[in-house]
């Protein structure tokens, strides 16, 4: 337990590495909370999977200082991301638009997945009726004959038989 | 029941694998630029040469022309220099140069050392032009038309065969 505390502690105050400068803070809370909710969205263009909040690349810090000089100019949300989307396209976007190029992307899965739900709907239905099916029906006089040998104990090579040849009633 | 509904999976798994060969073909570093077909953006950057011009979009009319993004700190600049010195020289093509984040004493450095294949040299000190252009990395070649419209886009070091196959075929077109 001794030991157990301070690893507890090491591993919840351990603040993740971010890749925001001090320099490029701005003063503003409000503005720079706003700002770091932008740059989560957009794709470093050089470290494609990272976020320019989570890139060292010198490009990304010039976007980072991009997005805030525009909110600090009074862009909104919206229009600072537009900005960067202008020139950059659909790629710098971490979360990309719903368009025909992007419907197998945004669709896909849950398409597959009521796909193979509806598979195996159709699957455990279709199973449910064939025992529903062979349950009800009653033994025929041949079955009936069959068990009651089985019951009884049989001789060693009817036993032999069946176990090879279970389907094949004219062997008993 | 058709026995046929049976292939459906198998065959969406095809149409999976194909989906997914194609996009293993593609480059992924290789971005279409946002701004193909539209007009270049509006900048004005000073020289890198003292007795040089600069680059602005106004210069970027009346002709066919390439804008190469370059740096004299990027070595697959100094890669393709020498196809940039043969397009300005033997095929005639104007072409213009933005120094990417570059000192422009290196820039000149450069220039005199391989040869200057520049009309107009615009320096972007910090980088905020090339943002304009949607440029991610030096180097990287646009070609722009007669009426200022950006029309390709090459991302990285120009290669003999991307002349002969995308940028003089395109610029012959686009000089028509």
């Not at chain 1, 470290?47 to 980072?64: E, M």
């Not at chain 1, 509806?118 to 199973?127: D, N, P, T, V």
Request: some cysteine; hydrophobic content about 45%; overall charge negative.
């Amino acid at each position: 337990m001794k030991r157990l505390i301070p690893l507890l502690l090491a591993l919840t105050l351990a603040a993740p590495a971010l890749a925001v400068m001090p320099d490029e803070r701005l003063a503003d809370p409000a503005l720079e909370a706003r700002a770091r909710e932008i740059s989560k969205e957009l794709r470093c263009l050089v470290c494609q999977n990272q976020s320019i909040d989570d890139s060292n690349a010198p490009l990304a810090r010039d976007l980072r200082v991009l997005v805030r000089e525009r909110l600090t100019a009074g862009d909104s949300n919206e229009e600072a991301l537009d900005y960067i989307h202008a020139r950059y396209g659909d790629f710098v976007l971490l979360r990309p638009p719903v368009k025909p190029e992007t419907w197998a992307l945004w669709f896909g899965p849950a398409v597959v997945l009521v796909l193979a739900g509806a598979g195996s709907a159709f699957y455990l239905h279709r199973r449910r009726r064939e025992v529903e099916t062979t349950a009800a029906a009653p033994l025929t006089a041949d079955e009936e004959r069959r068990l009651e040998a089985m019951m009884a104990g049989g001789d060693d090579e009817n036993n032999r038989g069946h176990a090879g040849n279970t389907g094949d009633t004219a062997r008993l | 029941m058709p026995r046929l509904i049976l292939f459906v999976p198998f065959a969406l798994f095809l149409v999976l694998v194909g989906y997914f060969a194609v996009g293993l073909t593609r480059d992924p570093s290789e971005l279409p630029s946002a701004l193909i077909d539209q007009p270049v953006p509006q900048f004005e950057l000073p020289p890198v040469q003292e007795n040089g011009q600069g680059l602005a979009t106004a210069d970027l009319k009346g002709g066919v022309q390439l804008v190469n993004v370059f740096a004299s700190w990027c070595a697959p600049c100094r890669i393709e220099h020498p196809l940039l010195m043969r397009l300005a020289k033997e095929e005639g093509v104007t072409i213009h140069g933005i120094a990417y984040k570059d000192k422009p004493q290196d820039s000149q450095r450069f220039l005199a050392q391989l040869g200057n294949p520049y009309q107009r040299i615009g320096a972007d000190l910090d980088g905020r032009i090339g943002i304009e252009w949607g440029v991610y990395g030096v180097p990287e070649t646009y070609i722009v038309d007669a009426e200022g419209r950006i029309r390709y886009r090459h991302v990285g070091p120009l290669m003999p065969f991307d002349l002969d196959e995308k940028i003089l075929p395109l610029i012959r077109e686009l000089q028509k």
